[in-house]
């Protein structure tokens, strides 16, 4: 074979092996493409779980502080409505009971006729508890029954002001201000005195009664 021919055997053969490199390359890097195309396919569905789990946490975390804030403003409402306002309202009651108390028996302590004084301090009586109760019996029988037979004495009271002093589970304190007119076979046209008197109370039972009565 001619050296010209050897040399056209060795293009052809030359050429035939570059073409088998360049496919031999070209497989290699198809097959780095797909395992590059497979791994970042693997990344992509391990990545997913994560990537939506850390939405949903994002997500979820917000949501259940807003729901534990809500269960927290509702139950702090309910409990100011079922116990605070509760609880309020029993003293608002207490108290208008406690006030009332002070001012019907001041009045009954304080108003009597000589026409009727047995049952005028009768009626004081029920009003009253403790020593004060004891002292206001030896006192209307020994001083005040006397003088208002002989001197036609008749009273009349009435509260025109009061205020809560103290408040407690059986006791309580209440100034109350007092107009009282008076009138006697001496002075039948009557005398006006304005006073001012802190009552002291005790609870008995279900009521409350005056156990001391002491001028201001």
């Given at each position: ?130 020593d004060f109760l004891n002292y206001y019996t030896q006192f209307t029988a020994e001083i005040v029954t006397p003088a ?69």
């Amino acid at each position: 074979m001619s050296r010209d021919n050897e040399a056209d055997v060795t293009d052809v053969d030359g050429d035939e092996t570059v073409a088998a490199d360049v496919e031999h390359t070209s497989g290699e890097a198809d097959d780095t493409t797909a395992e590059e195309t497979l791994v970042s396919s693997h990344a992509v569905a391990n990545d997913g779980p994560s990537g939506t789990r850390g939405l949903l946490r994002g997500l979820l975390v917000p949501l259940l502080l807003g729901a534990l804030l809500l269960v927290s403003a509702g139950a702090t409402t309910w409990i100011y409505f079922a116990q605070y306002r509760s609880d309020q309202a029993v003293g608002d009651v207490v108290k208008a009971r406690v006030m009332q108390s002070a001012s019907d028996g001041t009045v009954s302590l304080l108003s009597y006729s000589p026409e009727t004084l047995d049952k005028d301090f009768a009626n004081a009586k029920t009003h009253l508890t403790g020593d004060f109760l004891n002292y206001y019996t030896q006192f209307t029988a020994e001083i005040v029954t006397p003088a208002a037979k002989q001197k036609a004495v008749k009273t009349s009271a009435a509260v025109v002001r009061s205020a809560m002093g103290q408040l407690q589970r059986t006791s309580a304190e209440v100034l109350l201000f007092i107009n009282q007119t008076t009138t006697s076979k001496e002075n039948p046209d009557g005398s006006f005195t304005a006073s001012s008197v802190k009552v002291g109370l005790t609870k008995v039972g279900n009521d409350w009664l005056i156990s001391s009565f002491d001028p201001v």
